[in-house]
């Protein structure tokens, strides 16, 4: 019989998570053999919200820093680990605290709401945090008057397009989410003319003016479990064709760009989540007074507007 190395790894995985009582939380663009031993995946809101409510001592983050500082903010009485500290997200290193703090002074009447893609430092500047998932429906919520919006002026333009609302961008931006082209879109067209095309609020705006749906990565999972189409064009991170194909064995997907793979979540490996179980590695906590301040913005995301 073949010798299969990922199983085995897998089944050490299997062992640790009991010893440690620990919850391996995988975001949907992990690599599929990560998603496929998590014991939850998802968008950034259901992770947010998993992390808020596990019972498990040990939260194995498999994303990218600032999804494990965000399960730390909500859970301080857990250890959080992230299997490589290495794993970042450009966009979220985009904006300090100083530079919104600046915008603050500028715009003093403004309300800020601020991406989960941002740093906790950030966040406990922020009035309200979102996702992709809930931005709209944060933005809406809010009283009259201007609004900042860091760091990812993409996804705050489909905001203020979907509510008319005043929105102070902050040039932020996705750096793989922005390698998928117009031109990709139209090719993925021209080759494959009955599918849906589904986008990430991530995109450049010419990309989403030709995409026929703006979803969040958990709104496509939903979207298409809900379809009655066969083909669809994926706008995002590559990483969620996966947690697509598993999930539909029927439908066909097909990658906008094969270029759009995000390097850092793509730095979680097998290797990688067995020697965080063993040794305890990378802690990811947050100082208790930006903890406070960064957990008030996050609550009203999580709790006001909890995941559907
Ligand atoms: P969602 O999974 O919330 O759509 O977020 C995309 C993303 O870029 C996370 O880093
Ligand atoms: Fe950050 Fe983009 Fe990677 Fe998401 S896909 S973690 S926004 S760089």
Partial sequence: MKYDMNERLVEKIDRLRKQRRAVILAHNYQPGEIQDLA????DSLGLSVRASKTDADVIVFC????MAETA?????????????KAAGCPMADMITAEQLRRLKREYPDALVVCYVNSTAEVKAESDYCCTSANAVEIVSSLPDGRIIFVPDQHLGRFVAERTGRDLVLWPGYCTTH??????DIKAARGKYPDA?????????????????ELLSTGQMLKFVAKSTAQQFIVATEIGIIHALRKQNPQA???PASTRAVCPNMKKITLDKVIASLEDMQYEITVPEQI????????DRMV??????
Avoid: N, Q
């Avoid at 709790?303 to 559907?308: I, T, Y």
């Fill in 252 to 254: 066909e997907f097909y």
């Fill in 196 to 212: 849906v095309v589904m986008a990430h609020p991530e995109c450049s705006e010419p990309v989403k003016e030709l995409a026929d």
């Fill in 39 to 42: 014991d939850f995946t998802g």
């Fill in 72 to 84: 730390a903010i909500l859970s301080p009485g857990k250890t959080v680990l992230l299997p490589e």
């Fill in 291 to 298: 903890r406070t301040r960064a957990r008030k913005s996050l």
């Fill in 303 to 308: 709790e006001v507007l909890p995941a559907r």
């Fill in 63 to 66: 994303g990218v820093r600032f």
């Fill in 178 to 183: 922005i390698l998928i082209t117009e031109d």
